[in-house]
């Protein structure tokens, strides 16, 4: 455990996969957790089920590429958590398609989420952050941030967007004691996005994950735990001289 006890924090697209691993770690750790999802329902459940632990747990629903719904769900958990210490940047989506071929409003909407969302999030919460000189950021960005992939153009741009962001927000913002790190999963199964992006490869006669993780080192896929367990570092104490970094979790799938 990293001794996070009594600190608070906002995951986006936390009602279920990666995002519900991280705040299910968080909790876990002694914090409290907001969650922000378009899954108002799935998020609601959620949260019910983290608060059992007896830490505080929220969640609010908006389209986080809708900057008013940003506003509108962050100051929510904002008020009702009290300040902010860390943010996790999670909420993401990837269609699969070739650039030359992808419908337009699959580009802008990947561009939406990915990164005008994280955007629009990052920008309420870190002013507060600055205030009291203290706090951790850690975006979810992929592998496919740090290697172009066929089929995933958009998404790739997108993540490599994740990457860019990462280090420069790390430079602003690192003389008020504030760390700014990425998580580059790998392959990761067990989510909602896996599933989605698994239809999609089977309707484009793609190879699936279950054949594609046999050519990974360690010869299995990641889990949603594998990357919470990662942030959960990285919003420590433990790691409080790593800023500006994009950390890869892949099981050996790519490692630079």
Not at 110 to 121: E, R
Not at 197 to 218: F, N, Q, V, Y
Request: with cysteine; net charge neutral; hydrophobic share 40%.
């Amino acid at each position: 455990m990293y001794g996070l006890e009594g600190r608070k924090a906002i995951v986006t697209g936390a009602a279920y996969g990666i995002g519900r691993a991280i705040a299910e770690r968080l909790v876990a750790e002694g914090c409290d957790v907001g969650i922000f999802d378009k899954d108002a329902e799935t998020g609601r459940q959620t949260a019910e089920a983290l608060s059992k632990s007896g830490r505080k747990v929220v969640s609010v629903s908006g389209d986080i590429s809708v900057k008013e719904d940003v506003e509108k769900g962050i100051n929510a958990l904002m008020a009702e958590l009290g300040p902010i210490d860390i943010l996790v940047n999670n909420a993401g989506i990837c269609p699969i398609g070739k650039l030359l071929e992808m419908p337009e409003r699959d580009w802008h909407a990947v561009f939406g989420v990915n990164v005008n969302g994280m955007f629009y999030v990052t920008r309420l919460v870190v002013p507060g952050m600055i205030e009291r000189r203290r706090g951790a950021v850690v975006n979810l960005a992929s592998w496919m941030g740090k290697s172009g992939v066929a089929n995933y153009g958009a998404y790739c741009a997108t993540k490599f967007a994740v990457v860019a962001m990462t280090q420069a927000l790390a430079g602003e913002v690192g003389e008020y004691g504030i760390r700014v790190n990425a998580v580059a999963p790998g392959l990761i199964v067990q989510t909602r996005m896996r599933d989605e992006s698994e239809r999609d490869r089977r309707a484009k006669g793609l190879p699936l994950a279950e054949d594609r993780a046999k050519t990974i080192p360690l010869r299995r896929p990641g889990y949603p735990a594998d990357i919470a367990r990662t942030v959960a570092f990285l919003v420590s104490d433990e790691a409080d001289y790593i800023t500006g970094e994009t950390v890869s979790v892949t099981g050996g799938l790519w490692n630079d």
